[in-house]
């Protein structure tokens, strides 16, 4: 069971990777994926962590309630 629960969550994790378009502006390279992650985790070391945090969640909320919307909209649409 924990394990079928780590592969859900890594999937996840993958998904929010692909959401964020960074594969296709990467080519799918690995390397500079990883890269990047390597930076964000960086800032997340700095004194301004909290503020950093905040930012980002602001704008992944942002993301994840238009995307509700539109599905939420496209839902009405077929009945």
Known sequence: MQRRE????LVELGGLVTKAGLVDLTDDDRAALLGGLLELADQLHDAGRADVLARWRHRGRHV???D???DR???EAAK
Do not use: D, M, S, V
């Not at 780590?6 to 969550?9: F, L, M, P, Q, S």
């Open 68 to 70: 509700a919307e539109r």
């Open 73 to 75: 909209l496209k839902h």
């Open 64 to 66: 994840f309630e238009a």
């Open 6 to 9: 780590r592969t859900h969550h």
